[in-house]
């Protein structure tokens, strides 16, 4: 198990009134993406940037992967493009969103490519080519069955038909995605990957992407010329046919600001919905559902779990043989650590504090101390997976409050 970064290292890298502290790791992103590289070569890996890197910096993530060895980046829109290119310059950037309506001009000065999910984004970027005399790049995205963006066959006849369409572009990849991609037992993905097979005729012969995170876990015939991860680059599980070979790259740091000791019929928190079994002792940490530590990670009496039963599970949800998301039954009831002992969270979350059961914490915990809400023992499957929701959205979530520290930059 990779160690947490130790509170030294910790109070040496953020100041004194940091509350909280995200740590992203780039060396660990960056050796990420040359695992699956090296994982799907002789395909090309790209790395999918959007919403800030998944919440964890794109200003820092970004460069981090070009020194890697990255040269195609995927982002969802053109303002993210826009910044992607100025630390990039000579990368690729791929717009997923595509053209929306009007903006053909503002994606042709960025530089960026628009990944072109329907006629219309096409005919508009046909024109543009038009008066520009050129021939503009793109990427196409064509649906296979998850119908959320992409042509449909339909619309792939039509771009073959219309008036030559096709050939008004200048169409550099042909992509799909995949439905239930995590799931290795899946029909979907089969399926899918035949529809797509089916359209290619039709289409240029130019390269060709299907998978992401998960879809590349699920072998060779899924790489095409070019995968596109995003999760699993920043140390996400959420294959559940075993266990992609990245590692961890996120921890989150709280700060506790003050312990209390509370007895048997008195109450924690809003709504006092947790009242302790026995003397116990309190801790709040400073963050809380506006720093995306979400209020369903809140824990109320009726689900009071024996300690041994809680270590046991929290064990069980973040081993790799469970895989992915971690198991319901670890749901709703959450933890941070301590030393790599468990505390589990009691009482509502609120909006900038939590409040944590340290009872059974061996040693001394006092204010100023960290506690692990995101690390090696609470891994962001398991607190997602604690909150009703997965990690993807905890890493999103990450709260603009949180000092950002960032290890192992070039
Ligand atoms: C977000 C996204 C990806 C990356 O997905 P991960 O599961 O994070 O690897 C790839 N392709 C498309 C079309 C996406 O929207």
């Not at 960025?110 to 050129?134: M, N, T």
Request: net charge neutral.
């Amino acid at each position: 198990m990779t160690e947490p970064l130790s509170a030294t290292d910790l109070a040496r890298a953020a100041p004194a009134r940091a509350t909280g502290v995200v740590v992203v790791h780039l060396d660990r992103i960056a050796a990420n993406w040359r695992a699956l590289r090296d994982l799907v070569a002789p395909a090309e890996c790209a790395a999918v940037v959007k919403a800030d890197a998944y919440g964890l910096g794109a200003a820092r993530v970004i460069p981090a992967l070009a020194g890697a060895g990255c040269r195609t980046f995927f982002v969802a829109t053109l303002d993210e493009a826009i910044a992607a290119r100025a630390l990039v310059p000579s990368a690729n950037v791929l717009v997923l969103d595509g053209l929306v309506a009007g903006s053909g001009a503002d994606m042709l000065a960025s530089g960026a490519i628009p990944v072109i999910s329907s006629l219309p984004q096409a005919v508009e970027w046909a024109g543009l080519g038009d008066r520009k005399s050129k021939r503009l790049q793109c990427a196409l995205h064509v649906d296979t069955g998850l119908n959320r963006l992409g042509l449909s066959a339909r619309e792939v006849q039509s771009l073959i038909g219309d008036m030559h369409l096709i050939d008004r572009i200048d169409v550099r990849l042909v992509m799909s995605h995949l439905a239930c991609a995590d799931d290795p037992n899946s029909p979907k993905s089969t399926q899918q990957r035949e529809v797509f097979e089916r359209l290619l005729p039709m289409l240029p012969s130019v390269p060709l992407s299907l998978a992401a995170s998960d879809g590349l876990m699920l072998g060779q015939p899924y790489h095409y010329d070019l995968v596109r991860p995003g999760y699993a680059l920043y140390g996400g599980q959420a294959f559940r046919g075993g266990r992609t070979p990245v590692q961890p790259a996120v921890e989150l740091h709280v700060k506790v600001l003050q312990v209390r000791d509370v007895a048997p019929g008195q109450t924690v928190g809003y709504g006092a919905s947790w009242s302790p079994p026995s003397l116990s002792r309190i801790a709040v940490i400073g963050a809380g559902y506006a720093d995306g530590l979400f209020r369903h990670l809140s824990y109320a009496n009726d689900r009071v779990i024996e300690p041994r039963e809680k270590t046991a599970q929290a064990m069980a949800a973040r081993s790799p043989s469970s895989g992915g998301e971690a198991g319901p039954a670890f749901r709703p009831v959450a933890w941070v650590a301590i030393r790599g002992q468990f505390a589990p969270i009691v009482g509502r979350v609120s909006m900038d504090l939590v409040t944590i059961d340290i009872t059974d914490i061996d040693g001394d915990v006092a204010p100023g101390d960290s506690v692990e809400a995101i690390g090696p023992h609470i891994p962001i499957e398991v607190l997602g997976a604690s909150a009703g929701t997965i990690g993807y959205e905890v890493l999103t979530s990450l709260g603009r409050r949180f000092h950002r520290i960032y290890t192992g930059s070039a």
